[in-house]
């Protein structure tokens, strides 16, 4: 049987011997019909990705990094971008894969990408040519595996994406107001490959090709699948309650059919026993003693409770989710498995993180940095997003609990070289058509996070904290600016270079700590606005997001102001809110608006609070416990859920309290709270006494379907009111890590307290 892949030790991710395919070296763009692989000489393919997104070639896009990676494995991978899912037809336009179909939403969760926070249908999709919503199902990833299954029966289909990534366990999920089971056995699956993929993806790939069977991979980290409920990978494992990992006060403990009697055992450390009986005693050293309990912790799989105890029962559900993020360090994680009826679901440890030296390959690979000639000259807003753009890293340590790109990246940074950077932009300012001289963004998830790291791997690979960062910096974080720095001066002293953005949002709380990297940011990377993502003014919302206090903002706004007139700029922060965010009372959003009025905000586009599967906050949304805390079932944290369509409206509201349409909505609210003080014209009130002319109707529509809503204060899954703002969202954004918002001062004064 095999054994689970250690942490300490893995593969280099370009040490395998390529396929024999490799000898038709790489193609212009991944073929997405037939007549294109009889253009490459190919009978057929041996990896056929699914994909709901256009197929962009650029690294940003997940269906290209993964394509041009198995290319350079060397073997032969096609493409079939937004088929048609009403019918398997267009799933065998490529034939029968040799080896698998992966199978992958795209880079947004196709839930998020086609509905509102509102639940409310979008009106465009902007991974699509023109924009045009409606090119992918709901939940795609479960609706094409079905598709290949049909298409050809005897495929291996594996999934992966952020869809399935936060999809991997029982969750509950926002659309249906319910707790679904795992993507794995809706889709029916062989293997579903979350996290950072490329390890995953590539060895299974080969060792498919020496002749292996997908139901016998067993052994890879940062997969799933699904298994008999007696089965274990060997002998020298143990089942573990996860009750012992964390207990949420009394429970009915799961019986464990693999517990063994301890008088049984013989001790590690006993020799053999003397001829008169005694016994030697020999000191085990602490070296022996944590390798001892290393080897045991990876050789123990946690049994979560069961989707049909965490769909009912919202304190189980609670302590599920609390397990699960308590087992995402790769260094430390065990496996987990929950049932699912009469079958389980395994999951692996997490992924090992890339290297510096492999993430450069990666990023390397012969990318055609366009969209496939299939789509002419059609817009595809997404594209348009990022083209000038560079990726610098992946994953983000700060634990924001509104946030998937912890539970989907990982919280351990994963840098490329400068040099890696660098030559990206050189071939970026020579082959992509259109480039001015304007680089749009060098970031990530975070873009302040480059080559940030845990100041020892032993403390790191031991560590159990959420976030690095909350409620304080951990003291054990390096927080040295200077390659971030070194970067950016490398980067605009670039031949044909005329200016480079940050577009990314950054930790303001780790820029503190380098005003050097504040000041070359301020004075050589902010076209006039820069983004920056407070979230809320408030300490009780904050301590549910895992966010620092504004006064780490306040400390930023100081040093931004200041090196803004160093260099004769007039700059301006774009603060980020979240409305109606778990833990929020109508309170804090008075006092928050109150802020902003302060500051001369006045907020564009506003985003309400999106809960996506497996992030902590959708745990406190729908259990209304407090997974950052030990669990308990009489008393414990209690966290408020803003769900009924007139509350979530009204902290919408506060947001863009300017806004006449709003007026009538915030008076009433403020009335009842108690608060018509802030009603009338001065300076210190929020809103006016008097209505403009033709105003203020859809607010009075908004109080008037709150008396509709569904028992509960709920709105009808797919039904409430709301309305699409923004620009085309990125697979960032859809992530929850920063809504779609933006803002812009009232007035652009000298004097401006901004």
């Known amino acids: 049987m095999h054994t689970i892949q250690s942490a300490s030790v893995v593969r280099p991710l370009f040490a395998w011997r390529k396929f024999w395919a490799h000898r038709f070296g790489p193609a212009p763009f991944l073929p997405m019909s037939r007549a294109e692989m009889d253009q490459l000489g190919w009978d057929s393919c041996d990896i056929i990705l699914i994909t709901g997104d256009a197929y962009i070639d650029h690294p940003s896009f997940g269906m290209a990094l993964i394509g041009r990676l198995l290319e350079a494995q060397g073997f032969r991978v096609g493409i079939i971008s937004q088929p048609d899912w009403n019918s398997a037809a267009d799933f065998r336009r490529l034939g029968k894969p040799n080896l698998f179909f992966g199978v992958t939403a795209g880079n947004m969760d196709s839930m998020v990408n086609r509905y509102t ?153 006993a020799t053999p026993a003397a001829a008169d009986g005694a016994q030697p005693v020999r000191i085990v050293s602490r070296a022996e003693r944590l390798a001892a309990r290393r080897e045991r912790r990876a050789h123990t799989v946690v049994r979560l409770p069961a ?192 200016k480079v953005l940050i577009g990314s949002g950054l930790r303001y709380d780790l820029a503190v700590r380098s005003p050097e990297y504040i000041k070359e940011l301020v004075q050589h990377h902010v076209g006039g606005y820069l983004k920056i993502a407070p979230e809320h003014t408030e300490d009780g919302p904050l301590s549910k997001m895992m966010k620092p206090g504004i006064g780490s903002y306040d400390r930023f706004k100081q040093l931004f102001d200041r090196f803004s007139r160093e260099a004769g700029k007039e700059q301006y922060l774009i603060p980020y809110f979240i409305a109606a965010h778990p833990g929020t009372q109508d309170t804090d959003m008075v006092n928050l608006a109150l802020w902003l009025k302060k500051n001369n905000f006045r907020l564009d586009q506003v985003q309400t609070f999106l809960p996506t599967p497996m992030a902590l906050a959708t745990t406190m949304y729908h259990t209304e416990k407090n997974p950052l805390k030990k669990l308990h079932r009489q008393g414990g944290e209690t966290v408020g859920a803003v769900r009924g369509a007139r509350q979530r409206k009204l902290h919408k509201a506060f947001l863009r309290y300017h806004d006449p349409e709003n007026w009538p909505l915030l008076r009433e609210a403020l009335k009842e709270m108690g608060r018509a003080d802030l009603i009338g014209n001065g300076k210190k009130q929020l809103v006016p006494a008097w209505q403009p002319a033709g105003t203020g109707m859809k607010a009075a529509a908004t109080v008037a379907a709150a008396s509709r809503a569904t028992p509960g204060g709920k709105s009808a899954p797919g039904r409430p009111g709301g309305s699409t703002h923004g620009k085309p969202r990125t697979a960032h954004s859809a992530s929850g890590a920063r809504p779609a918002t933006a803002s812009r001062p009232a007035a652009r004064k000298k004097n401006s307290s901004r």
């Open 117 to 269: 926070s509102d639940r409310k249908p979008r009106s465009d999709d902007a991974y699509t040519p023109h924009g045009e919503a409606n090119k992918r199902p709901d939940r795609a990833v479960t609706v094409y595996a079905q598709r290949c299954r049909e298409a050809f029966p005897g495929s291996a289909v594996v999934i992966g994406s952020i869809e399935a990534s936060l999809r991997r366990i029982a969750h509950y999920d926002y659309w249906s107001d319910k707790v679904r089971r795992s993507v794995l056995p809706d889709s029916k699956a062989d293997l579903l490959v979350f996290g950072n993929a490329e390890r995953a993806i590539v060895e299974l790939a080969h060792r498919l090709a020496k002749g292996e069977k997908v139901s016998e991979i067993r052994d890879l980290r940062g997969t799933a699948f699904m298994v008999g409920r007696d089965w274990l990978p060997s002998a020298e494992w143990e089942e573990m309650d996860s009750t012992e990992v964390d207990t949420p006060g009394p429970l009915v403990k799961h019986a464990d059919p693999y517990a063994m009697d301890d008088s049984a055992e013989t001790s590690a450390c």
């Open 307 to 498: 989707y049909e105890q965490v769909k009912d029962d919202p304190v189980l559900y609670a302590h599920a989710s609390r397990t699960f993020h308590l087992e995402s360090n790769p260094g430390n994680a065990r496996a987990l498995r929950q049932a699912h009826g009469e079958r389980d679901v395994w999951l692996n440890p997490p992924p090992v993180p890339l290297t510096t030296e492999e993430l450069d390959g990666v990023y390397e690979l012969p990318y055609a940095r366009r969209p496939h000639p299939a789509y002419g000259e059609a817009k595809i807003p997404a594209w348009e997003m990022i083209r000038f753009s560079v990726n610098i890293m992946r994953g983000c340590f700060g634990g924001c609990t509104f946030c998937s790109i912890t539970e989907h990246e990982g919280r351990i940074i994963q840098s490329r070289s400068e040099d890696s950077v660098i030559r990206e932009i050189e071939e970026m300012r020579d082959k992509t058509p259109g480039f001015t001289g304007i680089v749009s963004d060098l970031g990530g998830p975070t873009a302040n996070m480059y080559h940030l790291k845990c100041k020892d791997e032993k403390i790191e690979a031991a560590c159990r904290r959420l976030s690095c960062v909350y409620p304080d910096i951990c003291e054990n974080l390096g927080t040295d600016h200077t390659p971030l720095i070194s970067l950016y001066r490398r980067a605009r002293s670039l031949k044909g270079v005329k």
